[in-house]
């Protein structure tokens, strides 16, 4: 028993060791040396951006090229090779270099990724998570996908419900964020002067507040898109009754004669 299993284990290694051997021997005939560390090197381990466009480069090289330059906190990477205006994909340089330098060039990449969009950090210390607007909606009221808790986005802080950015940092007492949250729950609005809080009981949305300022029901603004679009309306209104009156007596004056 235990000769035959020697017998077909030799055979097994003679057979690798030969293919591995042509292999080698293959590849030397297909060497070529690398531009930037004049060292021989087998075509395998040639750099190319694809099949069209391969450099005189070494893998060793690339990848020492590319952690340099990550080393320095650049992400973007150009060819090393002098004439080419190509910069390095992650994806096709993959199999070529390290998986360790791989993934810190993708979180090289992630964090300049992160800081072109308009981005805050979540303000709430237990957490910290970069909430990023890729959208850039301009929203200020914003849930940090990883905590869900909600944060402002105008002003970097926890939620301030009720109150406005200016007046979250000042107004933090316990009470007084209670209040906001009744403020928002009752639609209650600011007059944004003296930051009196103001129930509308009835009719237009252009309220004046007992400091004399007058502002937006709705969002609070001196100059909005609401009150414009209220003097429209009315305007508008004025138009219509004036044209219907104008009728009204036309017909009156018909019937007459
Ligand atoms: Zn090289
Ligand atoms: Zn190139
Ligand atoms: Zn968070
Ligand atoms: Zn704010
Ligand atoms: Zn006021
Ligand atoms: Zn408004």
Same mark, same amino acid.
């Given at each position: 028993m235990?000769n035959?299993i020697?017998? @077909?284990t030799?055979?097994? %290694?003679?057979? &690798?060791s030969?293919?591995?051997?042509?292999d080698?021997?293959?590849?030397?005939?297909?060497?070529?040396?690398c531009?930037?560390?004049?060292?021989?090197? %087998?075509?395998s381990?040639k750099f190319?951006?694809?099949?069209?466009?391969v450099h005189?480069?070494c893998?060793m090289?690339?990848?020492?090229?590319?952690q340099?330059?990550?080393?320095?906190?650049?992400? %973007?990477?150009?060819?090393?090779?002098?004439?080419?205006?190509?910069?390095l994909?992650? &994806?096709?340089?993959r199999?070529?270099?390290?998986?360790?330098?791989?993934v810190?060039?993708?979180d090289?990449?992630?964090?300049?990724?992160?800081?072109?969009?308009?981005?805050? #950090?979540?303000?709430?210390r237990?957490?910290?998570e970069p909430i990023?607007?890729?959208?850039?909606?301009?929203t200020?009221? #914003?849930a940090?996908?990883?905590?869900?808790?909600?944060?402002?986005?105008?002003?970097r802080?926890p939620?301030?419900?009720?109150?406005?950015c200016?007046?979250?940092?000042?107004? %933090?007492?316990?009470?007084?964020?209670?209040? @906001?949250?009744?403020?928002?729950? &009752?639609?209650?609005s600011?007059?944004?002067?003296?930051g009196?809080a103001?129930e509308?009981?009835?009719g237009c949305?252009f309220?004046k507040c007992?400091?004399?300022?007058?502002?937006?029901?709705?969002? @609070?603004?001196q100059?909005?898109q609401?009150t414009?679009?209220?003097?429209?309306?009315?305007?508008m209104?004025i138009?219509?009754?004036?044209?219907f &009156?104008?009728?009204?007596?036309? @017909?009156?004056?018909?019937?007459?004669n």
């Open positions: 235990s035959e020697q017998q @077909g030799s055979d097994n %290694t003679s057979v &690798m030969d293919e591995i051997w042509q080698t021997s293959d590849e030397i005939q297909q060497n070529f040396t531009e930037i560390c004049i060292e021989p090197a %087998t075509l381990q190319g951006h694809d099949a069209n466009c005189n480069i893998f090289c690339i990848a020492s090229h590319i340099s330059k990550i080393d320095d906190n650049i992400c %973007t990477i150009n060819c090393p090779e002098l004439d080419c205006e190509k910069t994909i992650p &994806m096709e340089c199999p070529m270099i390290p998986s360790s330098l791989f810190k060039w993708s090289c990449l992630c964090r300049s990724y992160v800081s072109t969009y308009k981005s805050c #950090y979540c303000p709430y237990d957490c910290s990023l607007n890729e959208c850039n909606v301009a200020e009221k #914003y940090c996908p990883a905590c869900k808790r909600l944060v402002c986005y105008a002003c802080a939620w301030h419900a009720g109150f406005r200016s007046k979250a940092s000042r107004e %933090t007492d316990e009470n007084d964020v209670r209040f @906001g949250r009744l403020l928002v729950r &009752m639609q209650w600011r007059c944004p002067k003296c009196q103001i509308r009981v009835a949305q309220v007992r400091c004399r300022t007058s502002f937006c029901y709705l969002c @609070g603004s100059d909005c609401h414009r679009r209220n003097i429209v309306i009315i305007v209104n138009i219509i009754t004036i044209f &009156m104008f009728i009204f007596l036309v @017909g009156v004056e018909g019937n007459r």
